[in-house]
T-cell receptor, first 115, second 115 residues
Framework: NAGVMQNPRHLVRRRGQEARLRCSPM?????VYWYRQLPEEGLKFMVY????????ESGMPKERFSAEFPKEGPSILRIQQVVRGDSAAYFC?????????????FGPGTRLTVT | AQSVTQLDSQVPVFEEAPVELRCNYS??????LFWYVQYPNQGLQLLLK??????LVKGINGFEAEFNKSQTSFHLRKPSVHISDTAEYFC?????????????FGTGTRLKVLA
């Protein structure tokens, strides 16, 4: 059973460009969480999605950031008009339910560098 | 709101010595607790979790943690560390109150094992 897949692993964007980060959850998992890790900091929750629904986006910046988890295909975290402060590692985690009875399974992360 | 405190940002320890990494959280109201390890440029791997039951939890790689409700703590311990344990360790609380079970992470403790 393959783990959580994220791609690309490394992404370099110039200021003002768009970044698209993809997350394929583990097979059978329908819940996806996105977290951001700024340099030298812990992980901060961004958004929680179930298939075709955003459940909690309380950690998402109000502008430029969006997320989706379509019925088919991976979850996408999209950052428009990136700025240097967006440089971070973005981790996706999945769970078979709302993680109430167990843990979230993390992907290897996408490291975004904005130049 | 729930918060997690890892007071020690860095812990140096000699190989084969015991280690304790401290974690305190803000509310003891029905929490789930986790410890994850992150090796350089990798994702997070679950070490152990507390959901209910016995307050002493054993995890992988010889780690264990004790849930202390009165002190709202969940300290991680290992009786004898190896060089390979050098990594960053994150304590996390699952936010049950919101119904989403999103994680609130501490800022991490960097364990450096010295030869």
């Amino acid at each position: 059973n393959a783990g959580v897949m994220q791609n690309p692993r490394h992404l370099v964007r110039r200021r003002g460009q768009e970044a698209r980060l993809r997350c394929s959850p583990m097979k059978g998992h329908s819940h996806v969480y996105w977290y951001r890790q700024l340099p030298e900091e812990g992980l901060k929750f961004m958004v929680y999605l179930q298939k075709e629904n955003i459940i909690d986006e309380s950690g998402m910046p109000k502008e430029r950031f969006s997320a989706e988890f379509p019925k088919e295909g991976p979850s996408i975290l999209r950052i428009q008009q990136v700025v240097r402060g967006d440089s971070a590692a973005y981790f996706c985690a999945s769970s078979p339910q709302a993680a109430g009875g167990g843990e979230q399974y993390f992907g290897p992360g996408t490291r975004l560098t904005v130049t | 709101a729930q918060s997690v405190t890892q007071l020690d940002s860095q812990v140096p320890v000699f190989e084969e010595a015991p280690v304790e990494l401290r974690c305190n959280y803000s509310s003891s109201v029905s929490v789930y607790l986790f410890w994850y390890v992150q090796y350089p440029n990798q994702g997070l791997q679950l070490l152990l979790k507390y959901l209910s039951g016995s307050t002493l939890v054993k995890g992988i790689n010889g780690f264990e943690a004790e849930f202390n409700k009165s002190q709202t703590s969940f300290h991680l311990r290992k009786p004898s560390v190896h060089i390979s344990d050098t990594a960053e360790y994150f304590c996390a609380v699952s936010d049950k109150a919101s119904g989403t079970y999103k994680y609130i992470f501490g800022t991490g403790t960097r364990l450096k094992v010295l030869a």
